[in-house]
């Protein structure tokens, strides 16, 4: 599998530090000495779906192609207005594409099991070009009143097309089911034969936990990559690493022990979006022509559940 075109959408209002100040008992150097996060991109009158189809048509003209071209879609997304349809379906009849569509939710390693996924198919030869869209609005799970939480997120979507081609090198996804320390409850419509408790939550997360095990996995799943490619950790031109927490990047970076220029960011101007992190980052390099023909690029993330996804491909375009 190749990544042949990447498109993102933002939506426009911009939250800087300094507005979440004057409604909650923050400040911008706590923010920023704990996150990196200076602002982020807040959904208000934009509804996701309109994103991620945006971001769709931009990968798909990106790739050189039609909708019509397009035979597979796999949306990534944790949470929208619709539990069903998937977020996919609802791509699909905004860009006029004919194809067969599901939706993935591994939290905020969606994006990567999502192109996993793709590159099973394609390697299956069940599919020819597919669309890859990751599709996040954190910012509807959290409380807006819980500093702790809301400062941490943004919204977004990026999406990619790949093809056959030879550009995955290695990936590794893992699972490890631990549900207290980073989950979202929705209460379920009520039926007359309910008789258990039952009730709604949102965003709850601990930090310092999901710190550890994140900085943990994903230097365990990196190791492990390069070991399985046989390179070194200066042979990858850029770690795209889940934009969470710039001190989770720096950690990585440290354990390497290579400088911050492998690791582009975003997480200061789009906080924590979610699986949208990476394929936003990587549109932005791309339209940014800082990838080269060649490039190995290393995509690495950790979510809820918990879950790890990262893989090595090289850049084909
Ligand atoms: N502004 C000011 N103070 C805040 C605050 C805010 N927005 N949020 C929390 N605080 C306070 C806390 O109340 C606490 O005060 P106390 O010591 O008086 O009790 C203090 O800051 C320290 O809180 P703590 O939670 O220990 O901070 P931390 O250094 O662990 O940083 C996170 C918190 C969330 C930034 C950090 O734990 C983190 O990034 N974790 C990983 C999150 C992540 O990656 N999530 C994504 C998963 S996909």
């Not at 349809?85 to 009849?93: E, N, R, V």
């Not at 031109?237 to 690791?263: C, G, P, T, V």
Request: with cysteine.
């Amino acid at each position: 599998m190749k990544i042949i075109g990447t498109g993102r959408a933002h939506p426009s209002k911009v939250v800087t530090n300094a507005m979440l100040e004057q409604f909650l008992d923050t400040n911008d150097e706590w923010i920023v000495s704990r996150t990196g996060m200076k602002e982020r991109r807040v959904i208000s009158s934009e509804k996701l779906e309109d994103m991620a189809a945006d971001a769709a048509r931009k990968a798909i003209e990106d790739a050189g192609l039609k909708p019509d071209d397009i035979d597979y879609i796999i949306c990534s997304n944790v949470v929208n207005e619709y539990i069903t349809p998937g977020l996919s379906c609802i791509i699909q009849g905004a860009i006029g594409a004919k194809c067969a569509c599901v939706d993935v939710n591994a939290a905020c390693s969606g994006f990567i099991y999502a192109l996993d996924m793709a590159d099973d198919r394609i390697r299956a030869g069940k599919a020819k070009h597919i669309l890859v869209v990751a599709a996040e609005e954190p910012t509807r799970m959290v409380d807006w009143t819980d500093r702790s939480l809301c400062v941490l997120f943004g919204d977004g979507a990026g999406a990619v097309v790949v093809s056959y081609g030879e550009g995955m090198i290695a990936s590794r996804l893992t699972t490890q089911s631990k549900t207290d320390c980073l989950y979202y409850v929705r209460k379920l419509e009520p039926t007359p034969y309910i008789t258990k408790p039952e009730y709604g939550a949102p965003m709850y997360m601990n930090g310092r936990e999901v710190f550890k095990t994140a900085v943990l996995s994903s230097s365990r799943d990196i190791k492990r990559l390069l070991d399985k490619a046989g390179l070194q950790p200066s042979d990858i031109k850029y770690y795209i690493l889940h934009q969470a927490n710039m001190r989770i990047i720096e950690a990585i970076a440290n354990w390497l022990k290579l400088d911050m220029s492998y690791f582009p960011h975003n997480v200061d101007r789009c906080g924590n979006t979610s699986s949208a992190s990476i394929p936003l980052l990587l549109d932005e390099l791309a339209r940014e022509g800082k990838l080269k023909k060649g490039d190995k690029i290393l995509m690495s993330a950790f979510g809820a559940g918990f879950t790890t996804g990262a893989c090595i491909f090289e850049w084909t375009k």
